[in-house]
């Protein structure tokens, strides 16, 4: 568990961190991906999400997902590239977890990874994560989650 | 200073229209081309918003009779009508150009300007949040985005001499909201630039003033331009795609998700009825209609109370609408704000509802 100016950014996740988006390798060997807490700030209440459909496969940093929040559309890209297994279909009743639990229950696709060992190496973990993520909050602008 | 762009792709087809949204988008993401301001007109067209489906929100009927075109936006936000009489603008940025990343924020900051364009053709134009810029609370400009990686794109209506019938009879609605009087009450929410000046504004005064309230609001200088060959190239291929019926049908609801239900009930006050139309799946008031016999002044008061019910979770409507007739003097005799919440409830529980669980 880390936090960010007062935005939950767990640190056992891996990240894009231009892209505001988390990757979770899974025990079945499945990677979970969603919006970081900052980025659905950013994004204000979500209204809508489209998430790619089961079987298609989505290359990494293209769209594997479609949010819509205060008239706004734009893409959540897939961190490591991968097949859609499965999508979070609770989502298109209730978009709002993706700003209540963007870790947990609002989760958008788990993806069958391509080379998540390739792959992940781009991504940031760890200890290393707090300091990116500050230093794109600074860049940014942003006063802070809940500011 | 840094210099942006600015073109006029003309009265287009609405698929063309969109093809160049997504290529401009992509152009400015792939640091192709400067930040740019873009006028735009269209045909006759109905424009869902990115996740809407055709079949819950127009008279597709009504549309293909007209010659109507139908068409899915790359932005967000509700089914709007767009024909000649209205006109376009929409910038692409990139995120450095505007110092935050909050889109609400960029939201505020594009329409402030936008506002003060407008103003300066003499009437008092108002962002109003979310979305809209609004005269005497009146709407005037409706506006959306994309983003994609650092690249975003905002867009905006404007208002000319808009036919508020046709855009009603393009929209699936509950056929009593056809009526004259329904149709004068719809008038009245909405703000028309040739009704407010007495003469149809200069198109020309129209783009140099937003030119120059972008210009103030940026610190930047415009220049004509045209569009680029990787722009032509990237609208080629994004024109194959749109220009489908598989991106118009990418969202494709059934009409019994979204049910138009009604109620009527006597009331103290008066005769009240509501249609509502209700997405099952979120539990969400999309719209609410309410006509009957009783007095309400001002009249617009009702039409304001529609307008603050749009996209209500079911669950806050009893807030939304004790909070709407305390902010504001409303005169309705005995007619209470409970007896509007009352309707909608009772409108609620018609039996379509039920069979979608």
Known sequence: MSSVKGCNIPDDLYYNVDSNVWARKEADGTVTIGMTAYAAALAGQVVSCTPKKVGRSVEQNKSAATVESGKWVGPVKAPVSGEVVAVNDALSSAPGTINSDPYGSGWMVKMKPANWDADSAALVTGGAVAAAFEAKMNAEGFAGCGA | ?357
Request: charged share 25%; glycine share 6%; hydrophobic share 45%.
């Open chain 2, 1 to 357: 200073m840094n210099h942006w762009r600015v073109i006029d792709t003309g009265l287009r087809p609405a698929a063309q229209n969109i093809a160049l949204n997504r290529a401009l988008l992509e152009a400015r993401q792939a640091e192709e081309i400067p930040s740019t301001l873009r006028f735009l007109r269209f045909t006759p067209s109905a424009l869902l918003g990115y996740h809407q489906s055709a079949e819950q929100e127009l008279n597709l009927d009504y549309c293909r009779e007209h010659g109507i075109a139908v068409q899915r936006r790359i932005t967000g936000g509700g089914a709007i009508y767009f024909d000649e009489t209205q006109i376009g603008w929409e910038l692409y940025l990139h995120k450095r150009d505007l110092g935050t990343a909050d889109m609400q924020r960029i939201s505020r900051r594009i329409c402030h300007a936008a506002a003060t364009a407008i103003s300066a053709l003499g009437v008092d134009a108002r962002f109003r949040p979310r979305n809209d810029i609004e005269v005497d609370g009146r709407k005037i400009s409706g506006t959306g985005g994309a983003f994609d990686g650092d690249a975003l794109m905002f867009q905006g209506t404007l208002l000319i001499e808009f036919d508020v019938e046709k855009m009603l009879r393009v929209l699936r609605i509950p056929a009593e909201k056809l009526s004259d009087k329904a149709i004068a009450s719809a008038r009245e929410r909405v703000a028309n630039l040739r009704d407010l000046l007495g003469r149809r504004p200069d198109a020309a005064l129209i783009r140099s003033n937003m030119v120059e309230a972008f210009e103030s609001e940026f610190g930047v200088e415009f220049g004509d331009g045209d569009l680029t060959l990787s722009e032509d190239q990237r609208y080629r291929a994004a024109l194959r795609e749109i220009d489908h019926p598989d991106w118009v049908g990418l969202v494709n609801r059934p009409v019994a998700d979204m049910p138009i239900l009604e109620a009527a009930q006597k009331f103290a006050g008066g005769l009240l009825r509501a249609a509502v139309t209700f997405d099952v799946q979120t539990q969400t008031l999309r719209q609410v209609w309410f006509t009957g016999d009783f007095f309400a002044n001002p009249r617009r008061a009702v039409a304001d109370l529609e307008a603050a019910l749009r996209d209500l979770p079911l669950a806050r409507l009893e807030q939304k609408v004790e909070w709407f007739f305390a902010s504001r003097a409303v005169d309705m005799l005995t007619l209470t704000p409970a007896d509007f919440v009352a309707v909608v409830r009772l409108a609620l529980k018609q039996p379509l509802l039920a069979s979608n669980p």
